[in-house]
């Protein structure tokens, strides 16, 4: 079965429609932590009402232990678990969100008119025969006029009846899901279901398509079905939210069957051994720790500072949206997770690089003091000169680290020394797929050493390495000239 491809505003409907703009994920860091790609994987054979119980689950603040405790008990009962996968298999085949129809405005109530629909048809037939049978030409007028009204109304309402299809098919799909479920109402929505199908005729080539145009009979299905729907939208509502829940469920459980991961504990500090990213199959695992306040990461270039960042913010994430962490073992606190790694310039919003990272440090801090977070930040403020930099950093990481927790990776290594009261150095250095997460900082820089191995010609290196030398004496003991 070919899932239908949602686009993201359709899969994050419902947590807009349950919640707003209220969540502990703010879209930087679900765009920094490469969250779209994750959650694609997370919810591959999974509905669009399975894939937005996950995103609903990832931007939310709740206590997870009871879906945590029913995703173990799928994964322990293999045939449990395939006898509900064959029953919402067909949940898939909804090519339409229907979240907005149900939690979001009420739907327009049936115009007065509508009985008159039952009667237009037979009016026109009625008409077509008297003046056949006639031949009175007024006649021939009248049944002109009501056949111009019958595809009158066939145009008015072509395209919502067309929508309404989709969203109804979607409808009834959830409801026979419903059930077929071991749910207390399955009988309920089992027959919610026979009420909103249209007759057997819809069903029969050729003739649905005169009943629709003569008989108007889409279109007072239409009014009908929205009628129904409108009665019963407290059971719809509490049918797409059991439904949603036991599909995420699902997806969850088979994920996890092929995923290592671990069952995180609650805890104040953060311990993640032999932690590693789901979306990189050849992903070397390390053992990640910090303390109260949080940690700087040093290492070379091209080393994975980046990677590692997304790796912790992850098992972050999931450990406070789903109970468990991609580690063998795992310690976490039930804290939200802000990044700021991917700032960009906006050139339609005349925003330059320097003054995005400017915003994000804003939004952070503003973060900072409504309450405690994790705070995952990669080269902050790269956008202006060195000691701007550092200094600009320096401020904001030391306030950010007063108010939560700070992991942050820069190439700036005495932001280490500036920091060393509330930051604690690590180092990541990499062998192969090994990677390796140590107390100190980076001693070895590599950034002049690589110009060689991308190409540069020797006297570039051979400068490059004498401005170096130049400079961190200059640093120290500041001269006039710099001999370039």
């Known amino acids: 079965m070919n899932d239908y491809p949602f686009v993201p505003s359709d899969v994050a409907m419902y947590r807009r429609m349950r919640s707003g703009a209220d969540g502990v994920m703010d879209q930087q860091t679900w765009d920094d932590l490469l969250l779209p790609a994750y959650s694609a994987h997370l919810a591959r054979e999974t509905s669009i009402f399975g894939q937005q119980e996950l995103h609903r689950r990832l931007h939310a603040e709740e206590d997870v232990s009871a879906s945590a405790a029913r995703v173990r008990g799928l994964m322990a009962d293999d045939a449990g678990r395939a006898r509900l996968q064959t029953a919402t298999a067909d949940l898939r085949r909804a090519d339409r969100e229907i979240s907005e129809t149900l939690f979001g405005a009420p739907l327009p109530s049936s115009p007065r008119w509508l009985p008159l629909l039952a009667w237009l048809p037979v ?143 609650r805890g104040d500090a953060v311990e993640l051994a032999q932690v590693v990213h789901p ?48 580690a063998a073992h795992a310690v976490t606190p039930l804290l939200p997770v802000y990044s700021s790694m991917q700032n960009e310039d906006a050139l339609g919003e005349g925003e330059s690089f320097y003054m995005a990272e400017l915003r994000r440090g804003r939004e952070l801090l503003a973060l900072a003091a409504q309450r405690p977070a994790i705070f995952i930040i990669d080269e902050i403020f790269r956008g202006t000169n060195y000691l701007e930099s550092v200094s600009a950093a320096g401020a904001v990481l030391h306030a950010l680290a007063q108010q939560g927790r700070v992991v942050v990776a820069s190439h700036h290594l005495v932001l280490a020394s500036l920091l060393s009261d509330c930051l604690q150095p690590w180092c990541v250095r990499r062998d192969g797929n090994d990677w390796q997460l140590t107390q100190g900082l980076l001693q070895d820089t590599n950034g002049i050493a690589l110009l060689n191995q991308q190409g540069y010609a020797p006297a570039i290196t051979t400068k490059a390495n004498r401005i170096h030398t130049w400079l961190s004496d200059y640093m120290a003991h500041p001269a006039d000239q710099i001999p370039i």
């Open 123 to 265: 009016a026109f037939l009625l008409s077509a025969v008297a003046a056949l049978a006639l031949g009175w030409l007024p006649m021939w007028g009248v049944t002109l006029v009501l056949w111009l009204t019958l595809c009158a109304v066939q145009v008015r309402y072509h395209d919502a009846v067309q929508a309404w299809r989709r969203i109804l098919d979607a409808t009834q799909l959830m409801l026979r899901a419903h059930s077929l479920l071991p749910f207390d109402d399955a009988v309920e929505a089992g027959k919610l279901n026979r009420r909103l199908s249209r007759s057997l005729t819809a069903d029969m080539p050729g003739v649905s398509d005169y009943s629709d145009w003569l008989f108007l009979q889409n279109v007072r299905h239409y009014f009908r079905s929205r009628a129904v729907v409108n009665q019963n939208i407290a059971f719809l509502r509490a049918s797409f939210e059991r439904v949603a829940v036991l599909d995420a469920d699902l997806a969850l459980a088979r994920h996890l069957s092929q995923t290592v991961h671990c069952w995180a504990e």
């Open 279 to 326: 979306l990189l199959s050849d992903a070397g695992a390390l053992d990640f720790g910090m303390a109260r306040q949080g940690v700087f990461i040093s290492g070379q270039n091209g080393v994975g500072k980046s990677t590692l960042l997304r790796t912790v913010g992850l098992s972050l994430i999931t450990a406070r949206a789903f109970g468990f962490c991609y």
